[in-house]
């Protein structure tokens, strides 16, 4: 009798283990076929590249060319409306599509930024460099198309300028010279693509001066990232260019944000197989996870790059900090630079104190896609921290979203009397750089803006804020639970008005709780003390 | 004193397999639970979730099989409470368990449960644990509570709500344990609830102890 009772019990034990043991495998095996990654996968099968064009043979390219204007005019031969469409770009005009009559959002506008402030009008010529002109001509010069469709990037300035040095001479080594400086501007000129990462990066990688100064999640690392960098960029994955989710129509290139989000709905592929790329969901769909996964139930409130972006600037250092009031200060009576750990400078005389970080947590905002941006013609209050530009959102917009940003912080001027913004001209031979003047160089910047200024500055504290969305992780380095449901300074710890099950608690029914445990402790202790005395009294009686 | 007692099959298959299994499902859904609280790391936040969110869903599907169990066997009436010898049993816990008097109201087939008993497991069973159970359910499904038409819900105040259950729970299962030690042996009891067998004292049965006759019996 016994033992066919034990086998019985012993079976419905080991079908329960059993059970729970293909269960966990089964779970396994499907989160290996995540929806929204196989949805991705179908989404983004490998493009063979073809095109009907090559453009090495066509006799326009041939020719030769003594000016980056002649260029464009090949171009344009056949591209007809190419120039056009892109002269009504953010990428050409630098202003904001917002109409405002009163304040004009954009670089070439009056927006500011905490890096070099002001590109002041496009009067701050270095700005130019990164403006898709010819010879950094801005939007009186011509298109330089090869800048995001040049696979060859050559120094035009300086090729156009040394051919016409030597052209027309009679020595032969010149000629030599001449016929070589062609040779490369043709092949360069021959050698078109669709944009890839490096285009892209040739000024986005490099915003705010230098490597990796501005985004954090954008830097030359993300020029050959491997994929445990970026998992949709990894030169071992899947090799995305910037173009795969930065979709274009009219050479408006899909993604910028400033007070209009990047995407108007959150819309897949399977919904509108025409959708811009730009947003996560577009090929991942709003509940990517396994079914039943948890963190499905998340995707309605926190964006998908709060988790799967645990880290940003995990190759190369990004600035963090960048104090312009420290700048002035002279080495032996000479400008001088300092450089710190990572190898990048910590103090410039011309550009003041700044500090870099690498493998950086993001701090998380509630975000609905817009950025709010002040300009030179928004008052501030100098005596707490200005924030020069804000992720726009809140719990109760039901459009927002808890999102990551790079928070950059630093110290700029600001006109005491009238309680805005400066924005001082620093390059050129009025600019800061050259005459370490803040007084000069603020009214240069001023007049080049029409915009008044009072003549009595100081320095106050701002950030700026920018939305980290590249250098997505593979998957197992994805944000785990316990880093944001904790009470103990969590990823959350600052996101306040919901409760959120982990990180808060009602204080005092944990009190009495506790209170109401300890006294059925104590009460059963003492219960069973008695019991235990008095029994042993009992049977000596 | 063990010479006087009488082996009865109090508590049948069903009875023991539910006991022993909502208490494995409570154990663990209090120790999960509270992981997910922040009280201890024990087995990580998010394995914490899914354990509970299975278990407190499984919880809820196998009370319908005892709510059913319980209607269908007439069981309940083990659960109707009544105030006679409330006061003796009351009295015998507190002061004649430490005399060695003999328990007021021996356990019978047909009662199993004392007058307190009675009192505390319908509380517990009618009030505690669906409260528990519902609270539960809703915290489950916060991502519904729009489609619900609960989005007026307060996550916190529910929150609130479900950790009062828990601690409550906790507060019964001390009590629970310890007071299953006063039985004729320290295990006497827990024996009785693996093996179904109790061993009781011959007594007369109290006449509200009898079943209530049913009117329509099949």
């Known amino acids: 009798m016994m033992p066919i009772r034990w086998m019985r019990i012993f ?74 469409q892109f002269h009504q770009t953010i990428h050409w005009t630098w202003l904001g599509t917002e109409p405002d009559a009163e304040k004009r959002m954009g670089k070439a506008g009056d927006s500011l930024n905490n890096f070099c402030i002001s590109a002041n009008n496009m009067q701050d010529k270095s700005c130019n460099a990164c403006h898709p002109s010819w010879n950094g001509q801005g ?25 016409n040095a030597f052209s027309g001479s009679d020595d032969p080594e010149e000629q030599q010279i001449v016929a070589d400086i062609q040779a490369d501007i043709q092949q360069a000129v021959q050698s078109v693509i669709l944009p890839a990462r490096e285009n892209c990066g040739s000024c986005h990688f490099y915003g705010g001066g230098g490597d990796g100064v501005k985004h954090g999640d954008l830097d030359s690392s993300i020029a050959q990232p491997p994929k445990s960098l ?95 009031s420290k700048a002035g200060t002279l080495q032996d009576g000479k400008k001088y630079n300092e450089k710190g750990e990572f190898g990048k400078e910590v103090y410039m005389t011309i550009k003041g104190e700044m500090k870099w970080e690498k493998d950086v947590k993001p701090e998380y905002f509630w975000f609905n896609g817009s950025m ?30 808890i999102f990551p940003f790079k928070i950059h912080g630093g110290k700029q001027p600001y006109d005491t009397v009238q309680k805005v913004l400066l924005a001082p001209m620093l390059s050129g031979k009025d600019g800061y750089w050259e005459t370490l003047d803040w007084q000069n160089a603020i009214e240069k910047g001023m007049q080049a803006l029409n915009a008044s200024y009072s003549g009595s500055f100081d320095f106050v504290e701002t950030t700026y804020a920018f939305p980290i969305t590249h250098m997505v992780a593979p998957r197992d380095n994805v944000v785990r639970c316990a880093e944001c449901h904790t009470g103990q300074g969590g990823r959350l710890a600052s996101l306040t008005g919901f409760y959120m099950p982990g990180r808060d608690r009602t204080g005092w029914i944990d009190t009495l709780g506790w209170l109401a445990v300890l006294g059925a402790l104590a009460g059963v202790a003492l219960h069973g003390l008695g019991r235990a005395f008095s029994r042993k009294g009992g049977k000596e009686s | 004193m063990a010479e006087n007692l009488t082996q009865i099959y109090l508590y049948t298959r069903y009875e023991r397999f539910w006991h022993w299994f909502q208490a494995a499902m409570i154990v663990v859904l209090l120790i999960t639970g509270f992981e997910v609280h922040g ?20 919880w809820l599907i196998a009370f319908a099989f005892f709510v059913f169990w319980v209607f269908t066997t007439g069981e309940w009436r083990q659960y109707v409470p009544t105030t006679q010898k409330m006061f003796a049993v009351v009295r015998y816990y ?125």
Request: glycine share 6%.
């Open chain 1, 139 to 163: 939007t009186e010069g011509e298109v330089n198309c090869l800048v995001c469709h040049g696979r060859q990037q050559i120094n035009w300035t300086e090729a156009f300028d040394d051919l």
């Open chain 1, 372 to 401: 709010n941006t002040l300009t030179i013609k928004d008052f501030i209050d100098p005596e707490k921290i200005v924030a020069v530009s804000a992720p726009v959102g809140s719990r109760e917009d039901k459009n927002a979203r």
């Open chain 2, 39 to 58: 009280l201890f790391r024990l087995v990580g936040f998010d394995l914490a979730v899914r354990v509970h969110n299975f278990v407190g869903i499984a």
């Open chain 2, 94 to 218: 507190a002061y004649g368990i430490f005399r060695g008097e003999a328990h007021p109201v021996p356990k019978r087939k047909d009662a199993k449960h004392n007058p307190l008993q009675r009192l505390v497991y319908l509380m517990l069973a009618a009030t505690l644990l669906p409260v528990q159970m519902f609270s539960g359910f809703l915290y489950w499904g916060y991502n519904s509570w729009a489609d619900w038409g609960l989005d007026w819900l307060s996550l916190e105040v529910l929150a609130l709500v479900h950790m009062a259950g828990a601690f409550s729970i906790l507060v019964f299962l001390v009590t629970h344990v310890y007071m299953t030690t006063t039985g004729h042996s320290i295990f006497a009891h827990t024996r009785a609830m693996i093996t179904g067998w109790e061993g009781i004292e011959e007594g007369e049965v109290q006449d509200w102890e009898r079943p209530v006759k049913p009117t329509c019996e099949t």
């Open chain 1, 230 to 324: 970026d998992v949709h960029m990894g030169v071992d994955g899947k090799n995305f260019q910037c173009t795969r989710c930065h979709t274009t129509v009219r050479h408006n290139v899909a993604g910028r944000i400033y007070s209009r989000p990047a995407a108007a709905d959150r819309k897949s592929l399977i919904e509108d197989d025409l959708t811009a790329k730009i947003t996560c969901e577009s090929c991942h769909s709003a509940t990517p996870h396994k079914a039943g996964s948890k963190a499905n139930d998340h995707t309605d409130r926190v964006a998908c790059q709060s988790c799967h972006i645990p880290l940003f600037a995990r190759q190369n250092p990004t600035k963090t900090w960048w104090d312009w």
């Open chain 1, 11 to 84: 079976c419905v034990v080991f079908v329960l283990c059993a059970g729970a043991v293909l269960a966990q495998a089964a779970d396994e095996a499907a989160a290996e076929s995540a929806p929204g990654r196989t949805m991705a996968r179908q989404a983004t099968q490998d493009v063979q590249g073809w095109t009907t064009v090559d453009h090495s043979r066509l006799d326009a390219l041939k020719k030769p060319f003594a000016s980056g204007k002649q260029v464009t005019e090949a171009c344009v031969s056949c591209h007809s409306e190419a120039a056009s």
